[in-house]
């Protein structure tokens, strides 16, 4: 089966959804693939403790604000899930799923999206496939000696598996932090890190990040010094649980250890502890491997871009990877401008805007 489209959109989370919102507005003829079999992306497979940053009205996607939960200032995992469910059948979103898609081709003046339930050409292609289904683990010695259990951030779902247990959490981002606040209860346990955790003023949130993130970007392109600011988002938000453990005295953050026992881990200077479960929250690298074919990585495994554009090849759009395609592209409130933006450039390069 081959068909023909536009636009073909890779991925059904938020930035996907963002994108077809804006592509449904400019009248272009799209589809969204998703690889997932429901909606609500990633946000479908987080941990249960998992809280926004910030309110819902400052959580949306374009075009519909997300309702308040009820009891709840910052809404959680699943209420995000309810309203990526209910934005994707409000707005009619074309999502074919779940399709895994194999590889993106050029095919002369079209490029073709190769997928496990056929083939779609279009005319152009916006990737938005994120960074949830590569998790990155460090390669620190001795990690195949270790003899319990480890795994990441993608595969941690709550306290209740590990009532008890010797537990080392991996890592001074906000997973790490939350992770670490959710464990610290109900476990012996011990949180790593590379630098001193560093922990936003308590009446910082989303919003906030969101506003410095644009700022810092738009004196970048308009080749200002960056003026540093309130944050940085690799900065610890803290969210309730995180203030109520760190207040209580139970986030005590030790250096990151040198190296893997079979029976735990080792410090330079000799030091080391018992573990019976090690997780890794080490974030995470772009999903990518779908784009190989085009040849456009760079440095850093990077596609290079301006704006959302991909340099190499200005059929395809990356949506929703960080940063470099768009100020807080990855997370909700962030993610509305750049699709904006990219759907934008489309329409006018197809004569539709």
């Not at 998703?34 to 949306?60: C, E, K, N, V």
């Not at 209420?79 to 999502?95: F, I, K």
């Not at 790593?192 to 810092?216: C, K, N, Q, S």
Request: hydrophobic share 40%.
């Amino acid at each position: 089966m081959t068909q023909v489209v536009d636009v073909v959109v890779i991925g059904g989370g938020q930035s996907g959804l963002a994108a077809g919102y804006h592509l449904r507005r400019l009248g272009l003829d799209f589809t969204i693939l998703d690889a997932q079999p429901t909606p609500g992306g990633a946000w479908q497979h987080t941990w249960d403790s998992l809280h926004l940053f910030s309110p819902a009205a400052y959580s949306s996607l374009p075009g519909r604000l997300m309702p308040p939960q009820p009891g709840e200032t910052y809404p959680d995992a699943a209420h995000v899930v309810s309203y990526l469910t209910d934005y994707e059948q409000r707005y009619e979103l074309p999502v074919h799923r779940p399709v895994r898609v194999a590889g993106v081709h050029r095919d002369g003046e079209l490029l073709r999206v190769e997928t496990d339930s056929g083939t779609w050409r279009a005319r152009a292609v916006i990737s938005a496939t994120g960074t949830w289904s590569r998790p990155f683990v460090p390669a620190v010695p001795g990690r195949a000696e270790f003899r319990g259990a480890q795994l990441h951030t993608v595969e941690y779902r709550g306290p209740r598996d590990f009532a008890g247990q010797r537990v080392i959490v991996v890592g001074g981002g906000n997973s790490g932090a939350q992770i670490a606040a959710d464990l610290a209860h109900d476990t012996d346990l011990t949180w790593v890190t590379l630098r001193e955790p560093r922990y936003l003023a308590d009446d910082i949130d989303g919003r906030v990040l969101f506003d410095h993130a644009t700022a810092r970007r738009r004196a970048l392109d308009e080749g200002r010094a960056d003026t540093g600011g309130v944050a940085s988002l690799g900065d610890i938000v803290a969210v309730p649980t995180v203030r109520e453990a760190r207040d209580a005295g139970l986030l005590k953050a030790q250096p990151m250890f040198t190296r893997l026992g079979a029976s735990g881990v080792e410090w330079s200077d000799g030091t080391a502890a018992d573990a019976d479960v090690i997780i890794w929250c080490t974030g995470f690298r772009p999903a990518l491997a779908h784009l190989a074919p085009l040849a456009l990585r760079g440095a850093r495994g990077r596609i290079p871009t301006a704006g959302t554009q991909a340099l190499g090849e200005p059929r395809l759009h990356l949506l929703g990877y960080g940063d470099w395609t768009g100020p807080a592209s990855a997370t909700l409130i962030g993610v509305g401008r750049p699709a904006r933006e990219a759907a934008r450039a489309i329409g006018e390069r197809l004569g539709a805007a």
